[in-house]
Structures are given as structure tokens and as C-alpha cells.
């Protein structure tokens, strides 16, 4: 497995992934995100502030086992590894890489899915994103 950057064909699996993935774990928003995160996603993605990377396939490149998205101050946008492949480091593995390191506290600007002391939900660091995308 690799830890690289996101190519523009990666955009296709990643923007997909967030949006489900969010709604999901977002019950009493569901039909607002289906409808509008759409947008927010590709704000941030086309943010100058936003570093994205991939885990994808030795063997086939276009194959993304995990992806992080988070912002140049250290802010974690979102992070998701298919379910059959989570339990095994994955998401550790690709914020680590988004972020530079792993660290104790982590500031998200999405609401994180499970209890976490790790995990900090700060959605002011996402309307700093979206303030510098427009």
C-alpha cells in the first residue's frame, strides 16, 4: 500500500465517500447533506488550505483504501476507510500523513462519528475554509 496525494481522478471516489459517509453519521441532517454538501466538499477539496492523501493499491493505483482530507493549520476535514477495511490502522495511517503526525487532540470540522477524547469537533476551522475558498 502507498500514501500519496490526491490525483483529480481520485475527486470521483473521494467527494462520493464524504457525502454518504457524513449523512450517514449525520441521522438529523441527512437530506441537507445529500443535498448541499456536495458543494462544501469541493470547496474544501479546492481550497488552497487543504491537503488531501490517499492509501491506495501496490498493484492498481486507482484502488483507494483510505482517504484524509485536512487543512494547512491542522484541522482535520474528514478521514474514511470502507467498512470492510476498517480495524486495521487505515485512518490512523492516512491522517498521520494529512496531518504530519498523529497527535493527541485533533481538531475536526465535521462532527466525528464515535466518542473520542482524541477527537474535537471545532467547525470554525470549515468556515475558515470556506472563507478562503471564496
Known amino acids: 500500500m502507498i500514501t500519496r496525494a490526491m490525483r483529480p481522478e481520485d475527486r470521483k471516489f473521494i467527494v462520493p465517500t464524504w457525502v454518504r459517509s457524513f449523512a450517514d453519521y449525520a441521522p438529523w441532517s441527512r437530506r441537507a447533506v445529500l443535498n448541499g454538501h456536495w458543494s462544501v466538499c469541493d470547496a474544501i477539496l479546492d481550497s488552497d488550505d487543504t491537503r488531501v492523501v490517499v492509501l491506495a493499491s501496490d498493484s492498481a493505483a486507482r484502488t483507494l483504501h483510505a482517504w484524509a482530507v485536512a487543512t494547512s493549520a491542522g484541522a482535520l476535514h474528514y478521514a474514511y476507510v470502507p467498512p470492510e477495511l476498517r480495524g486495521h490502522g ?40 470556506a472563507r478562503n475558498a471564496a
Do not use: E, N
Open 90 to 129: 487505515l485512518a490512523r495511517r492516512a491522517i498521520t500523513a494529512a496531518l504530519g503526525h498523529y497527535p493527541q487532540h485533533i481538531d475536526v470540522t465535521h462532527p466525528w462519528p464515535r466518542a473520542s477524547d482524541r477527537f474535537q469537533w471545532v467547525p470554525y476551522a470549515l468556515l475558515q475554509t
